[in-house]
């Protein structure tokens, strides 16, 4: 899967069609090979990210969870850690929580 692409579901607070439409985007972006598509390509490239994102909406809405949602605070410490190991250095401290 594409490091870019993350989890959705059973988030607190739940995923934004920001968020949707963004792993869409890169999922797209993925299987056609183009970061941003020819002219000719254009209109299949842009109904494609908004047929996915809508199906991807529809998925995150059906799910149903029985875990607890996860806090995207720490989910985000967790994935700066793994990069961090990755790369072989040492993770980059949280930033402090948004009000």
């Known amino acids: 899967m594409c490091r870019s692409i993350h989890p959705l579901f059973n988030f607190e607070p739940p995923a934004t069609e920001d968020e949707l439409h963004a792993a869409a985007l890169q999922y797209v972006r993925k299987i056609s090979g183009f970061r941003a598509p ?39 410490a967790k994935a700066r850690t793994r990069a961090a190991q990755r790369r072989g250095v040492a993770p980059a401290p949280a930033a402090p929580p948004t009000p």
């Open 38 to 76: 020819s002219k000719a390509n254009e209109a299949a490239f842009t109904r494609a990210v908004e047929e996915i994102a809508a199906a991807s909406r529809r998925l995150v809405d059906a799910l149903v969870a029985n875990a607890p949602p996860r806090d995207r605070a720490v989910e985000a």
